[in-house]
Each structure stands twice: as structure tokens, then as C-alpha cells.
């Protein structure tokens, strides 16, 4: 069974990997960083902690690689794509562009996002879960 545990830990990591690499966008601005803590749990925690909660209630284990990758680069992609849409709508671009480049745009962010998720997800999800299902019996 996989331990509850997961529901926290994994998100709490996934939260100081991303963070660790704020000062690089933010070029060291205080006021910048504390938007990009928000922005790390907007678009990286939050999905990190419903794939951890998929795992926990169809109790995968380490060797459901491909059920891994899949669901994550899934689950980001679909995020990713809904999130930035409503960014989109919600703050107009500077320079007006045209609907075909916003959609590619959208849609070429929401790869980006889900490529690297899904290889992160397998990398360091696989550490905390089990290594194989324990049958029922040996539970009783």
C-alpha cells in the first residue's frame, strides 16, 4: 500500500526544486521572488500534489512506470493548457498577435511544461512509492 505520506512530501519537494531556481528568472529581486513562490505552487505543487493524490487512490507502485509518465505529462498538459488560456484571456498580450499564434503559443507551453513533469514525476515519485503491490492475502 502506499504510504500517505506522499501526499505531502512530494509536493513539499516539488515546491523547493522549483523554488531553488527562482533567483535565476527573478534576477535576485525580493518583491519578484515572493510572486514567484506563488507562481512555483500555482503551476508546479498544485499539480503535484493531485498526481500524488492519483497515486495514493489507485495505488501505484514503482514498476507502473509507463501509468506514471503518462498521467503526469497528461495531467500537466491539460493544467498547463486551461491555465494559461485564462492567463491569456484574463492579461492581453503587449504586442496584439493573431488567434493561430496565441493557440500555438498556448498549446507549445503546455508541452513544455508536461515533457519535463512527467520525467521529474518518474525520477522522484518512484522513490517513495513501493516497490511491488502487496497482495491482499498477505495483508490479512
Not at 81 to 97: G, K, T, V
Amino acid at each position: 500500500m502506499v504510504n500517505k505520506s506522499i501526499l505531502w512530501i512530494f509536493p513539499l519537494i516539488t515546491q523547493i526544486i522549483f523554488s531553488l531556481f527562482l533567483p535565476f528568472f527573478s534576477g535576485f529581486n525580493l518583491n519578484e521572488l515572493t510572486i514567484g513562490f506563488g507562481y512555483v505552487a500555482l503551476l508546479a505543487t498544485l499539480p503535484a500534489f493531485v498526481f500524488a493524490l492519483f497515486c495514493y487512490s489507485k495505488r501505484l507502485h514503482q514498476r507502473n512506470i509507463l501509468q506514471i509518465t503518462i498521467f503526469s505529462g497528461g495531467l500537466m498538459f491539460l493544467y498547463t493548457l486551461i491555465l494559461f488560456s485564462i492567463y491569456l484571456a484574463i492579461e492581453a498580450p503587449q504586442e496584439p498577435i493573431s488567434i493561430w499564434e496565441h493557440s500555438l503559443a498556448v498549446f507549445f507551453y503546455a508541452l513544455m511544461f508536461a515533457l519535463p513533469s512527467s520525467v521529474y514525476a518518474m525520477v522522484i515519485l518512484r522513490l517513495f512509492l513501493p516497490k511491488a503491490i502487496i497482495s491482499q492475502k498477505a495483508e490479512k
